[in-house]
């Protein structure tokens, strides 16, 4: 209870903190927001109300909390190119993003750790080079190449030609795969890279310790010694990987498959938001993003005590 | 381990020696712009629309009629500019708030340096360069700026853990009895013995530093003025549905070969300096 105690402090220090870096970044510093609302020929009157209406006239702390009341009431005001509430937006994109990235985050992660798992069943021989030596082309590859790339060889007629070359019409499960192949394979190749060599490294680590040359001496199979003792044991890094990737992978990663391929969620709002300088849509994502981020780590921790009772 | 030593070490890894080879030629050809003798006309556009390649367009024209191979030349030079400065400058800082946390490991001073860390490792990358070039009024080193603030956290977590493990040792204690100040003791003593932390350090987030400007250029928070390769590719975007790969192909090879060498090369010094450890 403690520990949960200690955890969920640590997170709001967190919160605090990337609320206040949000909005010293777009809100404090941020360009000055009252000539992209105003009209032509304004009279002094006009441009003082849309000020006092910014909240421009109103001291730092006064202006930090009603952030923080936008962020964590859902109140996030309108979208200035579009004058649509920032609220709806997000609940209009978020079901896309999730649907687009989930299944490349976890199959990147799940092919990491096959991987990982055979190099190190076979470590030292020729398929475990092969594996290294995969990885490290993996991570030198950009992730723009290999979207170009696939979407040449697999949308276009220069190569097979069998997935739209963008967008995204989903209205069943079989336009839902023809939209989220691409993007999803892109994905996968992406991180695979680096999860492989991340996975492979836990695994050798793991390998080395005593319990598992004693398992070995006495007698217990290499699927046993593999699934219960090196498997189990990882879960920790495993979980943690997961669990940080995240905001790399599924944020980032949304931001530049969306704006590449045209797809309507978070990342192509996102993309618009910071192209058209829409300050309201670019401080409600990365706000709410980063404090989403720092609950999923203190579940983490608190997960860990789930996996790890010895943990305190 | 001294630079012998270490020599030695990596003499004997074929990858990470041809690692080396490469990143030395492409320095050499990014020497050779920055002195004025190569790739000095990639902004003329004196060719007709998507040339192919020939004697005088080596990889052929763009769009515009500029020569792609001008073009990916004077990039070696963009990328290593952005390299150098965001791989030095984010590990300097990473070596410096590092140092400061593990030698003052549990005070306040501790404290207020992880809270940083862990604040800017909670603001999705991207995210936060977007609201940097945001509050920055898109000037041309926004994201410079904002690959420093987060890249050294890395280095700040891993310098951090050796200081501590440093300070416990004699010498340490032996410098503190004589009475020397402990900025002199951290600067002296601490910091020489992480060396090998930030020679690593600096070619991974080189690495880091050139594959984000890729995508930031794509997403236009990149290069304002000038080319590279992330501005090759994101020009490319719209030339490949039309068929014509040679801007890709010339972006993307060399773009892959550096970063390859780069790869190499940081893990040959891991196994060098560290054979044991298992890299993260």
């Known amino acids: 209870m403690q520990y949960a105690l200690h955890k969920i402090l640590h997170g709001m220090l967190l919160i605090l903190g990337v609320t206040l870096i949000s909005f010293m970044l777009m809100v404090w510093f941020g360009p000055d927001q009252t000539y992209t609302l105003i009209g032509k020929n304004a009279t002094v009157e006009q441009i003082e109300e849309v000020r006092s209406q910014l909240g421009y006239d109103q001291p730092f702390l006064k202006r930090y909390t009603d952030y923080l009341v936008e962020l964590f009431t859902l109140d996030l005001g309108a979208s200035h190119s579009s004058g649509e509430q920032v609220g709806s937006i997000l609940k209009r994109t978020i079901p896309v993003s999730l649907a687009l990235m989930i299944p490349g985050f976890v199959l990147g992660n799940l092919v990491g750790i096959a991987l990982g798992l055979v190099a190190v069943q076979h470590r030292g021989q020729w398929i475990d080079r092969l594996i290294t030596g995969f990885s490290v ?51 996968i190749l992406v991180t695979v890279g680096y999860n492989t060599r991340f996975y492979r490294a836990v695994f050798v680590e793991e390998s080395g310790k005593d319990h598992i040359r004693t398992a070995r001496a006495y007698g217990a199979s290499p699927a046993t010694i593999l699934w219960k003792h090196i498997l189990k044991n990882s ?12 905001p790399l992978v599924v944020i980032s990663g949304s931001l530049l498959i969306e704006s590449y391929f045209g797809i309507p969620g978070v990342g192509k709002i996102t993309f618009d938001a910071i192209t058209n300088g829409d300050q309201p849509v670019l401080k409600a994502v990365v706000g709410l993003t980063a404090v989403s981020f720092v609950v999923i780590q203190v579940l983490t921790d608190m997960m860990y005590k789930l996996v790890d009772p010895r943990i305190a | 381990m001294g630079p012998g030593r270490l020599w030695s070490q990596l003499r004997n890894d074929r990858a990470g020696l041809a690692g080396l080879l490469i990143v030395s030629l492409f320095f050499l050809v990014a020497a050779g712009v920055w002195a004025g003798w190569l790739g000095q006309n990639w902004s003329a556009a004196n060719g007709g ?30 990328a290593f500019e952005i390299g150098l400065v965001v791989a030095l400058a984010s590990t300097v800082l990473g070596a410096i708030l590092g140092a400061l946390a593990g030698w003052y490991h549990g005070t306040w ?53 050796e200081v501590m493990k440093i300070k416990s040792r004699e010498f340490i204690a032996a410098s503190q009895a004589i009475g020397l100040p402990d900025l002199l003791i951290l ?30 250029s794509f997403l236009g928070l990149g290069i304002q003025d000038g080319v590279s390769w992330g501005l090759m590719l994101a020009e490319s975007t719209q030339e490949v549905l039309a068929g014509h790969f040679n801007n890709f192909m010339a972006a993307s090879l060399m773009l892959f070969v550096l970063l390859l060498g780069f790869n190499l090369f940081a893990d040959a010094l891991q196994d060098a300096f560290d054979p044991k450890q298992v890299t993260l």
Request: overall charge positive.
């Open chain 2, 109 to 161: 001073m501790d404290g207020a340096i992880l809270w940083l860390k862990g604040v800017l490792d909670s603001i999705p990358f991207y995210l936060l360069v977007a609201a940097v070039a945001f509050a920055l009024h898109g000037k041309p080193w926004a994201m410079h700026v904002a690959m420093i603030a987060t890249f050294w956290t890395t280095t700040g977590r891993l310098v951090r853990a």
């Open chain 1, 137 to 187: 082309t993996g991570m030198s590859l950009s992730f723009l190449i290999i979207i170009i790339a696939l979407q040449v060889l697999l949308s276009t007629p220069f190569g097979v030609n069998l997935f739209p070359v963008r967008g995204w019409q989903v209205t069943g499960l079989g336009s839902y795969l023809q939209f989220v192949t691409v993007p999803t394979i892109s994905l």
């Open chain 1, 235 to 246: 879960m920790i890094p495993i979980i943690t990987r997961f669990m940080f990737s995240i």
């Open chain 2, 187 to 216: 600067s002296r003593h601490v910091l020489p013995n992480t060396l090998h932390i930030l020679l690593i350090q600096v070619s991974i987030t080189f690495v880091a530093a050139i594959k984000t400007e890729v995508i930031l």
């Open chain 2, 49 to 78: 629309r998507w040339e192919s390649a020939s004697a005088e367009y080596w990889f052929g024209t763009n769009i515009l009629g500029q020569d792609i191979f001008q073009r990916s030349i004077y990039s070696i030079r963009t």
